[in-house]
């Protein structure tokens, strides 16, 4: 599967160090999507956005007021025809591009994220974008979890389909999704509601980094948590601390107890569960009774049953004390993602791949410990009869995921291309 020569891995680098100087928050990825359907239309590819993409009935987790700013700044650095492309995105980031060979074959669905974190990056010399003139010119926003290389590496793909896709006697149609909003796992599901993939028979997805070295893959990772995080917002009425306190309803310290009792909810006996209440925010002034208090919390656990047992359990708390002290409540699902479960026939294909390039060591399993929202995705994909996998491909990190000083191998970034392009002539000669 030698085809480094066929890979333009001096555009995948180029691209990468672009998304990384001009990070953007989930929803806000205006730059970034406008960028990458410029380029992938440069290639020939057909590219899809906005309500077509992401069905906004399913958006969790969007501040239309940070989108609205977003939008407005972006605009002021855009051309006309860039502006165009923003009005087709109808406020709703991420695009899907699709590469039709024009012969009769299966559809293969490949996923990039594309969200940055609100992390300040490491300005000191010795940090590499730094020394590399690359490092992130929006203060407070940093590509701090490698999605601007998974980005590049789905361009990387797209341009060799372009260019190779044809000679290589590919058939089908493939359809390389770029996801928003992965960070707090809020982008995959409103992408798979709009139906974009529901033609796939098959569905990658992949990491770099975390678990794994450069050169090492990690075919079928585990432990992939199912979550679900929410946003409880409790309404009281404000009085006079001194004068009328029986007039007033106490929300903070309606938030205060269902945020102590939710960290006491029994775990669950058939397997991991996590809850965490992140944020409590509550109260006005000293001697005002607090009309508003609110709780950020996520729930976790192994299996959707699981997950589901600490998410009835913490939204019932929630409930039951707005109901004691009299409060309103509004809940909000803020992001969402499941477990996941490889297709033993995918697993075996990539593992297949990497045990050819004698370069590359195959792990077949470590533990990934975190969440995904690509597992709603693959899910999808299965639950449409299809066949999915998720894998990581190692790099060695300068700092950990989500930290100010990471930054990963870009070599790591022609391995990861690699694997696509092979996967899919695996998986579309297979067809014939
Ligand atoms: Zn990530």
Redesign the pocket.
């Known amino acids: 599967m030698n085809r480094d020569d066929e890979i333009d891995y001096k555009s995948i680098v180029e691209w990468r160090r672009n998304f990384h100087r001009y990070p953007e928050v989930g929803w806000t990825e205006f730059r970034t999507t406008v960028t990458l359907v410029t380029l992938l239309r440069e290639m020939g590819l057909l590219v899809h956005v906005g309500t077509k993409v992401i069905n906004p009935s399913f958006v969790m987790g969007r501040d239309t007021k940070l989108v609205e700013s977003a939008i407005e700044s972006v605009k002021k650095t855009l051309s006309l025809d860039q502006q165009k492309i923003l009005d087709e995105m109808q406020g709703y980031t991420g695009c899907v591009a699709v590469y039709d060979t024009g012969r009769p074959g299966k559809t293969v669905a490949l996923r990039f994220?594309i969200d940055c974190l609100s992390v300040s990056e490491n300005k000191s010399n010795d940090h590499y974008p730094v020394k590399q003139g690359f490092v992130s010119e929006r203060d407070g926003f940093m590509h701090a979890?490698?999605?601007d290389g998974?980005m590049s590496v789905g361009l990387g793909v797209a341009k060799w389909l372009a260019e190779y896709g044809e000679k290589s006697g590919l058939s089908g149609v493939v359809k390389l999704l770029f996801q928003p909003s992965?960070?707090g796992v809020r982008g995959a599901k409103p992408m798979a509601e709009s139906g974009i993939m529901d033609d796939a028979q098959y569905f990658l997805g992949m990491?770099l980094g975390?678990i794994a070295k450069t050169k090492e893959i990690v075919v079928n990772p585990n432990n992939f948590l199912c979550t679900k995080k929410y946003d409880f917002r409790f309404f009281g009425v404000p009085a006079h601390a001194g004068a009328e306190p029986h007039v007033g309803v106490n929300a903070l310290s309606g938030a205060c107890n269902a945020a102590t009792q939710m960290l006491g909810i029994p775990r669950h006996g058939k397997g991991m569960s996590r809850i965490n209440v992140g944020v409590i925010r509550a109260g006005t002034s000293r001697n005002v009774i607090p009309a508003f208090g609110e709780l950020q919390i996520e729930v976790r656990g192994e299996t959707e049953e699981i997950n589901t047992y600490m998410a009835n359990q913490a939204e019932r708390i929630a409930q039951g004390v707005a109901l004691g002290h009299n409060l309103r409540l509004e809940s909000e699902l803020m992001g969402e993602a499941v477990d996941l479960n490889n297709d033993q026939e995918m697993v075996d294909m990539l593992s297949s791949l990497v045990n050819q390039d004698s370069s590359l060591i195959n792990v077949p399993s470590r533990s990934f410990g975190g969440s995904?929202d690509a597992t709603i995705l693959a899910k999808r994909c299965q639950s449409n009869g299809g066949k999915s996998l998720f894998f990581v491909v190692g790099s060695n990190l300068a700092g950990g995921?989500h930290q100010s000083n990471f930054d990963f191998d870009e070599s790591s970034l022609l391995i990861a291309t690699k694997l696509f392009i092979a996967s899919l002539l695996t998986l579309c000669e297979s067809n014939k």
Do not use: K, T, V
């Open positions: 994220d979890c490698g999605h998974h992965e960070e990491h975390f995904e995921h």
